[in-house]
């Protein structure tokens, strides 16, 4: 028998030992054992993702926990492009403007930093040292900066970085007939269609209005937090019955790509740490930075 029959057949069982074992590993946090789990970060060169969304109502028809269903929707697909590992569900983030509404749960704002900060630290401390915070709700889009803000205060051995809310608008897109839709409106509505279509109550979408009702009359150059209310008291706004299951199809799959082509971005930068580093050596004695 020549060389060339038994290495040839050897190489393609190792490849598809190697593809099978890479195929057979969840993104998902809670459910590698955990060997896999140390498989899994190495796998994603100590890369990992923590979607964010939050308790909150979303319109007549539309579940609670809406933007974290969907948001886990789009980066578990974007992490089985491109391998990362997923953290489990996370819901608390920032929504004091829907207190006044069934099934919010708002904690203090030092409380959604601190356990931000321990989370972080736990992912850290079992090998994330790259960690991507992929938001899926508009009350997080202030609280997440600030968070990565704040990472500077203090020397970390790992990265935090922040993927916000996704930009959907792309070429191709299905047109747009809502043209108020930002919270349970036409998108996320069409996002649940693809996500979680069981959880739907679309009988229901007529019974709130999602208009903008537009009670301050103020300058745009004034922020206050009461904005919202003012606009949307009933937390409803936009018009969801020209939701489709193609404009969710179509958006998962741009928001997927996006968050893979981060993930991959985030596993090769090799900047952001050593930068990182160096800054908090020089923290220690600013007077001997350079002048
Ligand atoms: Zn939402």
């Known amino acids: 028998m020549n060389a060339r029959r038994i290495v040839l057949p050897l190489i393609i069982f190792a490849l598809s030992l190697s593809a099978h074992s890479q195929e057979k590993l969840s993104v998902k946090w809670e459910e590698l054992t955990a060997s896999d789990f140390v498989r899994g970060i190495e796998l994603a060169h100590n890369t ?9 109502k979303h319109g007549p028809h539309m579940p609670i926990g809406t933007d974290l269903l ?4 789009a980066t ?9 590992v997923v953290f489990p569900e996370y ?10 509404e069934p099934g919010t749960i708002a904690y203090s704002l030092e409380l959604q930093l601190k356990l931000l900060q321990e989370t972080v630290n736990e992912m850290a401390r079992n090998g994330c040292k790259k960690i991507v ?10 609280l997440l900066p600030l968070f990565a803000q704040s990472q500077l205060a203090f020397p970390h051995d790992f990265a935090v970085f922040v993927y916000g ?12 007939r809502d043209h108020n839709d930002m919270h349970a409106g036409a998108s996320e509505t069409s996002h649940m269609m693809v996500s979680h279509p069981d959880l739907l109550r679309m009988d229901r979408t007529k019974q709130e ?3 903008d009702q537009d009670h301050l009359k103020l300058p745009d150059s004034l922020y206050t937090g009461i904005w919202w209310y003012a606009k949307f008291p009933d937390h409803f706004a936009g018009d969801p019955s020209t939701a489709s299951k193609e404009l969710g199809a179509f958006d998962m799959n741009t928001w997927a790509n996006s968050l893979a ?8 930068d090799q900047d952001t740490i050593r930068l990182q580093n160096e800054f908090f050596e020089k923290t220690k004695n600013p007077l001997a930075t350079k002048q």
């Open 70 to 73: 969907n948001v886990r929707y």
């Open 261 to 268: 082509d981060a993930f991959r971005a985030v596993k090769a």
């Open 76 to 84: 578990v697909a974007g992490a089985q492009k491109e391998y990362v």
């Open 209 to 211: 209005s999602g208009a």
């Open 48 to 56: 990992c993702a923590l979607p964010i969304g939050i308790l909150e």
């Open 165 to 176: 809310l996704p930009k959907l608008d792309v070429p191709g897109r299905p047109a747009q």
């Open 133 to 142: 915070i992929v938001n899926g709700h508009g009350g997080n889009e202030s």
């Open 91 to 100: 819901y608390f983030g920032q929504i004091f403007e829907a207190r006044h």
